[in-house]
């Protein structure tokens, strides 16, 4: 009987190495039986049997032996000096951040623009001036995070803050060309098989993240922190609009009873996005302006009456 346990808890409760491999594993062959509509091969039904199986280990992995490992790991992280810091130094943490938005930036720029020249589209010249865009405001803010403390000098970030929204409505012109290709040209995202659900699920995940992170980041009187979350927050609406395009081209169709439905989505979500970073922009720099006032004549008055 104990025997009998054991190899159950095996079953059920295989090593970290081994679900990894199962999950690569069912993902891929998910993805080439959908994309190659092998539904109904005998060979699909084991590719079934083999995710169902991934699913129902993954779910009981999450469930019952997660948390454990997750205070384990989240121990060794605090006991670490550098894993200690990044999780109680908000400052150390929002400066990491930027370092590591600005490197996928940079790569992503080298990615487009390679592809640019290989495939002879505008395509992909357009994406690498949206996150060139993206770059310049990160550079900005890692240059002033690298040389200050955070929420000391309030005028000097007040201005930062204001630089940065500045080149960030500039973003929407290489997201006008963006949108009017994914409309025009039939341009966008294609997700293969369950692909599709995982990027939709990151999305999800990192535009709820961005809106919480605005409001928490709030109580920080760091105009440099802030500008950090807006940036995040434009950053994932953009990913937004990918993600619609990429669903559009997979679920809509002949069945759709509206003409030219998938213009009308696209260029509705675009525009609602433009506004939202016009809106976020502005905001940012009339709200710099204002501090910067404040701060001006609050020293004003303190040296007025020494």
């Known amino acids: 009987m104990t025997d009998l346990k054991k190899l159950l808890n095996k079953f059920l409760y295989p090593p970290i190495w081994v679900m990894l491999i199962l999950t690569a594993v069912s993902a891929a062959a998910l993805t080439l039986i959908f994309v190659n509509g092998l539904e109904e091969h005998p060979v699909a039904y084991a590719a079934y049997v083999v995710a169902f199986y991934t699913l129902s280990v993954l779910c009981l992995f999450f469930i ?14 605090y006991a670490n000096k550098y894993g200690n810091r990044y999780m109680t130094d908000i400052e150390y943490r ?36 949206y996150y060139f865009i993206l770059a310049i405001i990160r550079l ?9 403390s955070m929420g000391e000098r309030l005028i000097a970030e007040h201005r930062r803050s204001r ?15 963006v949108v009017l290709m994914m409309m025009y040209q039939n341009r966008g995202y294609e997700y293969s098989g369950i692909l599709i659900y995982v990027m939709a699920a990151y999305t999800f995940y ?8 605005l409001i928490r980041y709030r109580k920080y009187n760091s105009p440099v922190m802030m500008t950090t979350k807006v940036i995040s927050l434009a950053s994932a609406l953009v990913s937004m609009l990918a993600l619609e395009t990429a669903m559009l081209s997979q679920f809509s169709g002949e069945a759709d009873q509206v003409e030219n439905f998938d213009k009308i989505m696209i260029g509705a979500t675009g525009a609602g996005i433009s506004i939202a970073v016009i809106t976020m922009s502005v905001l940012t720099i009339r709200h ?7 701060e001006k004549l609050r020293r004003k008055t303190n040296n007025g009456k020494q």
């Open 64 to 77: 019952f032996k997660f948390p454990a490992k997750y205070r384990a790991i989240k121990e060794k992280v």
């Open 94 to 129: 929002t400066r990491v951040s930027i370092y590591v938005s600005l490197t996928f930036n940079l790569l992503y720029i080298a990615v487009n623009v390679i592809s640019a020249i290989v495939y002879h589209t505008a395509w992909f010249g357009l994406l690498a001036g």
């Open 140 to 148: 900005m803010l890692a240059n002033y995070t690298g040389k200050n």
């Open 163 to 177: 630089a940065c929204a500045v080149v960030l409505l500039t973003v929407n012109l290489s997201l006008s060309g």
């Open 206 to 213: 990192i535009t709820v993240n961005a809106i919480v992170k």
């Open 288 to 294: 710099a302006n204002q501090e910067i006032k404040k």
